[in-house]
Every structure is written in C-alpha cells, then in structure tokens.
C-alpha cells in the first residue's frame, strides 16, 4: 500500500512538473514584431505630435528613421512631406529642398506636390545670399518659381473669393452639411494656392533685381581697377539679360564712361545716342559727355 500510494503521489507531482513546463514555455513565446505599416504609422504620429511642439530636432530624427520604412507605403509621402517641413521651419533650407525634391521624384501624384515645389522654390529663396556673393542659390530660386508658375497657374481669384464667401455663408446657416464643409475647404485651399502665385510674381523680380546688382557691383569694381574694357562686357551682360530690372539706366551709363575712359569715340558716341533715345530726361546731364565725344570724333 505505501509503494502504491508513493507511485500514485510520483505520477501527479510529474503530471503538474509537466503542466507549469508547458504553461511556462507558452507564456515566454515571443510576441509577434509589428509589421512595416504599423511602425510607420505609430512612428508618423509621433512626429507629427513632436512637429507641432515645435520640437522640430525631435521630430526630424523620427522621421528620418522612417524614410526607408515607409517607401511604397500609404504614409510614404506623408513623412517625406512633414520632414520637408520640419527641415524648413528649422532653418535648414538645403535639406528641406532636398527632401521636397525627393518627394516629388518618389510620389510624383501625391497631392502635396503643389505645396513641395513652392516650399522648393522658397528654400532656395532663403538661402539667396547678398548681392555680393554667389548667386548659385539665387538662380535656383527663380528658376524653382518660374516652373511653380508654370504648373499651377493663378485660378479665377474673383470666382474663388466668391465661393469661399458663398460657403462661409451656408455654413452659417448648417454648420453640419458635409458637402457646405468640403466646398468651403476647396475653395480656401484655392484661395491659398492664388496668394502663393502672388508671391512667386513678386519674388521673381526681386531675385532678379539682386542677380543685375551682383553684375553691377562687378562692373563696378573692374572701373575701380581701371579695367574698362572687362566693365564693359559686365554692363553689356545686365542690358542684355537683365533689362527688367532697376540697374539698366546705371549700366547704360556706366558703358558709355567706361567707352569714354578707353577713348573708343565712335562707339561711345553710339550708345550715348541710344541712351538718350530711352531716357530723353538725360539730354542736360549728358550734355558734357557728348559735346566731349563729338569734339574727339572731329579729330579721327
């Protein structure tokens, strides 16, 4: 009887040793990884948070780590989008265009597009040095606005206002009507859109402008060396190719001293002819430099 009774006791105590086993080697099973789209999603959600906070260090680094995660996901341009931001309201431009650019190569039908290639255009903008320095960053910007300019012409800003008042004003009346609500949206966005426009029109001669400075300021410096020949070329430069902006009037003149300084009389006679033609005001003040140039031309 007690054999039996030890046996019985044996078989029990190695049923249960079997069972916590079993309970503990299902309880240590590893979990299963969070797949792609899961990470991309909680990790977008933390940037974005992050991005409002203005903790734009933060938020570029989770971002960052998404970028290969999330390539042919849903969210794909949607965190290449928010870093692009995150990088141009940091005050990092030449990222910001980078990744704006990438954007557009990587999603070209994400609806983000229109925003990516002003934002282009506007770090190139902010990164346009002064007059007197290279101007590499400065070409890029108008460049980048003329191709924004050209993709997403101005829409009819009376129309548009127009709808953005119509729907303002049903809103109030049914505050819930969802298609009150998308229209209104619509339209607001449009108007957003046309400001953008309007900034462009206006950026593009400014950088110009900045552009026929730095070419003046050359030209400038060749006449403080007694280069006048090489001053020339620099003024011929802004009349050709910068005839818009308000340094044409100082680099005619500026041509026809430096011809006088070489004493190339016909030739200054010449242009002094044409710049009298576009600015008949100017006849008293160059009334010297012409009676200078006829005198010499009756010696030749």
């Known amino acids: 009887m007690p054999v039996a009774r030890f046996c019985s006791r044996s ?19 590893p979990a299963a990884a969070p797949t792609a789209a899961v990470i991309v999603s909680e990790g977008y959600a933390k940037a974005e948070k992050l991005y409002v906070e203005k903790d734009y260090d ?15 996901t849903p969210l794909e341009d949607k965190v290449l989008f928010l870093l692009g931001e995150t990088y141009y309201n940091s005050g990092q431009y030449l990222l910001s265009s980078e990744i704006f650019t990438r954007l557009l190569k990587q999603v070209p039908s994400t609806h983000y597009a229109q925003t990516a290639q002003f934002l282009i255009a506007k770090s190139h903008e902010k990164l346009s040095p002064n007059f007197d320095l290279d101007q590499q960053e400065t070409q890029k910007a ?11 012409p101005a829409p009819d800003d009376s129309k548009t206002l127009g709808d953005v008042e119509t729907y303002r004003e049903l809103l109030k009346i049914n505050p819930e009507n969802p298609i009150y609500k998308e229209r209104y949206a619509k339209a607001t966005a449009e108007l957003a859109k046309a400001d953008s426009l309007k900034y462009a029109e206006k950026a593009i001669p400014e950088l110009r402008n900045k552009l026929a400075k730095n070419i003046y ?4 410096q060749y006449v403080q060396l007694k280069k006048y020949k090489a001053a020339v070329i ?33 030739e200054a ?4 002819d044409q710049y009298l033609q576009l600015y008949p005001v100017k006849q008293m003040e160059m009334k010297g430099t012409k009676e200078n140039i006829t005198q010499h031309l009756k010696k030749i």
């Open 11 to 29: 078989v029990a105590m190695l049923f249960t040793a079997g069972l916590l086993m079993s309970s503990g080697c299902s309880s240590s099973k």
């Open 58 to 72: 933060s938020a570029a680094l989770t971002l960052e780590s998404l970028l290969v995660t999330s390539r042919a």
């Open 142 to 152: 108008i460049d980048q606005f003329s191709i924004y300019m050209d993709l997403y």
């Open 217 to 220: 300021s050359i030209a400038r």
């Open 234 to 266: 620099f003024y011929d430069e802004i009349l050709k190719r910068y005839p818009d902006t308000g340094f044409v009037q100082q680099a005619w003149a500026g041509k026809i001293d430096a011809l006088v300084k070489r004493q190339k009389w016909f």
């Open 269 to 272: 006679g010449q242009v002094l």
